[in-house]
C-alpha cells in the first residue's frame, strides 16, 4: 500500500536560513509526488509536483524538491526562509496512473516555525 | 487563476442532523473529490467522482455520507446524519487531464 513518511512533526528555522523537510514514500510504481502547504485556517496551496522528467523541481514561493528514486524520497528545500514561510506542509503521492481520479495520500505533516 | 470555490466556509451543526457541504470545481476539470481534515491529523482521501458516478471511495466514506453532482458546475457532500467524531476540516478539488490537483480553501464542519 502506498505510504508516505514526513520524519519530522516541527522544525524551527532561523529566517534567512536554509530549509529542509523531509519526504518519503513508499510506492511501487512510478510515484506522482506534490507538496502542499497550509496556512493556519487556510486551504491547500500547491507547492511543486514531479511528475516525470528533470528530478530537480522547482515550485513557487523559491522551493524546490528533489526526487531521489534510490532513496524513495521527495525532499522539499529553500535556500533562505522568510518569517510568511512558518505553515503546515504536506508531501503526497498518487498513483502513475494514464487516468486521473485517483486518491492523494498525504504524510502527517510538518509544521515550520520561523525564529527571528 | 483558476480557484476550486467552498461554501460556507464555517458551519455549525447539531448532532444527528444532515449537512450539505458545496463545491464549485474548476470549470474544465473532470474528476472531482472530497478529503477530509480532522483537527491536527493528516488529510484523508474521501471519495473520487467521475462521470456522474464514484470511482474511488476509503473506508472512512460509509453509508452515511453521500456525493452528488447536481447541474454542471456545483458538486456536494452530504453528511446524512452527523456525528461529532465528523467535525473537520472538509476539502473539496477537482483535476483535469494532466494529473493536477486544485483544492478549495475548506469548510470547517463543527457539530456539536
Known amino acids: 500500500a502506498q505510504s508516505v513518511t514526513q520524519p519530522d512533526i516541527h522544525i524551527t528555522v532561523s529566517e534567512g536560513a536554509s530549509l529542509e523537510l523531509r519526504c518519503n514514500y513508499s510506492?511501487?510504481?512510478?510515484?506522482?509526488l506534490f507538496w502542499y502547504v497550509q496556512s493556519p485556517g487556510q486551504g491547500l496551496q500547491l507547492l511543486l509536483k514531479y511528475f516525470s522528467g528533470d528530478t530537480l523541481v522547482q515550485g513557487i514561493k523559491g522551493f524546490e524538491a528533489e526526487f531521489k528514486r534510490s532513496q524513495s524520497s521527495f525532499n522539499l528545500r529553500k535556500p533562505s526562509v522568510h518569517w510568511s514561510d512558518a505553515a503546515e506542509y504536506f508531501c503526497?503521492?498518487?498513483?502513475?496512473?494514464?487516468?486521473?481520479?485517483?486518491?492523494?495520500?498525504f504524510g502527517k505533516g510538518t509544521t515550520l516555525s520561523v525564529s527571528s | 487563476e483558476p480557484e476550486v470555490t467552498q461554501t460556507p466556509s464555517h458551519q455549525v451543526t447539531q448532532m444527528g442532523q444532515e449537512v450539505i457541504l458545496r463545491c464549485v470545481p474548476i470549470?474544465?476539470?473532470?474528476?472531482f473529490y472530497w478529503y477530509r481534515q480532522i483537527l491536527g491529523q493528516k488529510v484523508e482521501f474521501l471519495v473520487s467522482f467521475y462521470n456522474n458516478e464514484i470511482s474511488e471511495k476509503s473506508e472512512i466514506f460509509d453509508d452515511q455520507f453521500s456525493v452528488e453532482r447536481p447541474d454542471g458546475s456545483n458538486f456536494t457532500l452530504k453528511i446524512r446524519s452527523t456525528k461529532l467524531e465528523d467535525s473537520a476540516m472538509y476539502f473539496c478539488?477537482?483535476?483535469?487531464?494532466?494529473?493536477?490537483?486544485?483544492f478549495g480553501s475548506g469548510t470547517r464542519l463543527t457539530v456539536v
Open positions: 470549470s474544465n476539470h473532470l474528476y
Open positions: 510506492y511501487g510504481a512510478t510515484p506522482y
Open positions: 503526497a503521492v498518487g498513483e502513475d496512473s494514464v487516468q486521473a481520479g485517483t486518491a492523494l495520500i
Open positions: 478539488a477537482s483535476s483535469g487531464r494532466g494529473y493536477g490537483y486544485t
